[in-house]
């Protein structure tokens, strides 16, 4: 500042910005998420969009009616898209033929509790749509570890607009027939039974790149949201420290264990492409508000979301383990930003002035 | 440690500071036009840092350019001289080119249309001067830092004498979008500058100069090199283009790959940074004898007319400037310095000074609006902050009026670059915090060395007190003793026991006294 001049007088420089904001960045994270979700409604019909539309329905209306609460503008903060957002990540992550119920709670809960209740938008210490997660699956196991094959709109016996509707209202009809197992349900159950993975693997569900297997939205239509997540990466909105440390922190440990015990352990493929594990890499770990702002700090959260990961899945009791780890990890944030700082300039790291050592030449 | 931080280092390649779209084009390729001399010169008596200089002209007077106005005043000021010949018709207050629209003193010229320069001093070679008086002539010339920071420039090469400087880095970055002043001074007037280079050196005892110029400017370094060929002390080096590569200590670390330590000046590496301008201007006051009352402004922004960069007299009002190329449309901010780091002025009717480098006249599409949002920890500003701070953190901080809590993260390390606030999508004037709550330190500092000051005065007068009242009580004693002694004296004839008495007497004195 000039100091020739009278000091003390707010100065608003700069007078120039780099033109992003936070709508912008939202818009940008839902445009990649578009095809992965569009495949979904092809794949998985009429019940997972009405699904999709009561989560996103919800999640806004707990937003709005938290923003009202609190006497707070609701018009320019929901449109701010992160409410949005939330809802859309959360059912992407919901068995597709879910109730309507499902979606509606876990909507309301994460805006209104994960993320209004810790002071709104930035101050939440967890990923909202995964807390939601996480709470609906302890609290309806059933509904939500139910999962259905694929049955893409227009093929034999998909329900059409007001049949899905009734689906996602009063429930599925004829629950056998449709029900399938996912790929790691189906490995952790046969593994608690005593049978190995070599003999499971004969009758289990087919690993499918194109998402011909039971899964969640966000699942089955890996290789979309993984394209969704790199063009993210190329936009520069998110950048590939945390998905490529998590997806390395599952990758390892499952090839180390493979290759020494593939009777026990799952192979490096299966691990990657089945579970939320690419929608959390790209979408989910990546969430500003709850991962570190260093590159160094989101290199340690993205191993650990990853390593943790495969510790429950191998070990623990649910056959899927990205919520919680990633839920884990976000505890974990605020002690990783206080532990990895950026360097700062003519300083060491332990922020002591450097020596003019190099004062020479 | 060693490998885990090499690992590091491959996966987070450094990156600092943010790359602002430059538009310093077409404002850049337009030949310098000279102002059409105004009719009154403003001209400030504080165009630098430190104090402000005392005038040495009378109201009335009349005056030829280049005649001294008002003196440097104590350790850290700069003269101030007439910009044109004239009368000085007033000299008192007026408005200074600050947000806050508050008044400065200043020297009004009534222009008498000549120009007349006064008698310049007899042509001397500056090689042939001892270094020290070079730097007394480039001060007596009112020559301060043009990029900007407007210090004294001979106190500075005086540093250099005293510092033990090996080195002369010339900044020829020019970092800050819009401007082209230091680019069009590069390619109209190379030779100038070198030779300005040449005297400083001289005057510093440094070695070599190295001109570090971003690579966004070909012309300039072309030109420059083609000047600097017979010079092997003088390099001229490019640097890639990037916001904030015109702070000192940056380009000082892109051209010699050392980091100046925290709370040390590069001069501690034996290296000086000076201005492109600084030299240009070092070279007018010791080959012409010329004092510094000139300068090549930017006027660039969408508001105006006729970009380009303009010469331009000390004390001309911007209004003035303004008029000269031209408004298209009415300007939604008016800035003074670059978009970064410059002033936003609160009307046109303010004076040019030394450290002018542009007049921005910005549209409302250019002019960064701010609806601040709340952040969303997305850490770009902690990318884009070329020291290594964490802005979201010190904002945090300060929004709690947790200053201390700031300072820990390295409030006091912040250069004011503006990196965090240009790039932030939630629009939080982060930097405005960060300058505000530096004020708020310093103010506290002052009151905090007051208090100190205050408590030890206090103290002294206490202190004061109880030795008076112990000097009375001992006086006192004394002259108890003494009456007591006397009467013993009196009464020695009477038997040796009184002598006992006496000697009683005045140890009780002398205990009272203690007491
Ligand atoms: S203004 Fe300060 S905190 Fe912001 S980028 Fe510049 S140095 Fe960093
Ligand atoms: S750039 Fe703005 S929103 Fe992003 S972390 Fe920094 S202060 Fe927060």
Known sequence: MSAALPPGIPVAAPHAHAGGSVRRVMAKV?????????????????????????TIMFALCGEAFALRLMRRPVAPMLLDGSALLTGWLLALSLPPWAPWWIGALGGLFATLVAKQLFGGLGHNLFNPAMIARVALLISFPVPMTLWVAPLPLGSVGAPDFVAGLQITLAGIPQLDAVTSATLLGHAKTELSRGIDLLHAAANAPALSYIGDRAGSLGETAALLIAGG????????????????????????????????????YLDVATHLLSGAVLLGAFFIATDYVTSPNTRRGQLVFGAGCGLLTWLIRTYGGYP?????????????????????????????????????????? | MGLIEKVFSLLEPAHWGVHPADRKRPA?????????????????????????????????????????????????????????SGIVSAIGDISAPHPSGLSFPAVTIEADGDDRWADA???????????QEVATRVAAAGVVGLGGATFPSALKLGLGLRAKIHTLIINGGECEPYLSCDDR?????????????????HATGATKALVGIEDNKPEAIAAMTAAARDFPAIRIASVPARYPMGSEKHLF?????????????????????????????????????RPLVERIVTLNGGAIDMPGNIRVPVGALVADVLAF????????????????????????????????SGILALTANEAAQLDPGPCIRCSSCVRACPVGLLPLEMSARIGIDDLNGAVAFGLKDCIACGCCSFVCPSRIPLVHYFNHAKGELAAQGRAQLRNESAKRLAAARIERLARDTQEKAAAAARRKAERAAQKAAEKAAAGTTAAGAAAEAAQQASKEVVA
């Open chain 1, 30 to 54: 839902m445009l990649a998420l578009l095809p992965a979700t569009l495949y979904g409604f092809w794949l998985y019909g009429w019940p997972a969009f009405h699904l999709f539309m009561f």
């Open chain 1, 229 to 264: 997540g790199i063009a993210l990466i190329f936009m520069g909105v998110i950048s590939w420290h945390i998905p490529f440390a998590m997806l390395a922190g599952i990758a390892l440990p499952a090839f180390i264990g493979h290759a020494i015990e593939p009777a026990r």
């Open chain 1, 320 to 361: 899927e383990g990205v919520a919680f780890a990633v839920l884990l990890m976000n505890a974990l944030t605020p002690a990783i930003d206080r532990l990895v700082k950026p360097r700062i300039y003519g300083r060491d790291r332990k922020g002591k002035p450097r020596e003019p050592a190099a004062a020479k030449t």
């Open chain 2, 28 to 84: 850049a390729d337009v030949p310098v036009r000279g102002l059409p001399l105004p009719a009154r010169l403003y001209v400030p008596l504080q165009q630098h840092i430190g104090a402000a200089a005392r005038p040495v002209v009378l109201f009335g007077q009349t005056v030829l350019k280049g005649q001294l106005l008002a003196e440097a005043q104590g350790a850290t000021s700069a003269a101030v001289h007439a910009p044109t």
């Open chain 2, 121 to 131: 001093g007899i042509a001397v070679d500056p090689f042939g001067l001892p270094p």
């Open chain 2, 185 to 201: 001074l590069m390619r109209d007037a190379p030779d100038e500058i070198v030779d300005g280079i040449r005297i400083m050196l």
């Open chain 2, 253 to 289: 670390s892109a051209l010699t790959g050392q980091e100046v330590p925290a709370d040390g000046r590069t001069t501690d590496l034996g290296a000086l940074v000076h201005n492109v301008g600084t030299a240009w201007a070092v070279h007018e006051a010791l080959r012409q004898g």
């Open chain 2, 325 to 356: 190329v031209g408004l298209k449309t009415e300007p939604a901010r008016l800035v003074m310095g670059g978009p970064m780091m410059g002033n936003r002025l609160p009307h046109a009717r303010v004076p040019v000074v030394k450290g002018t």
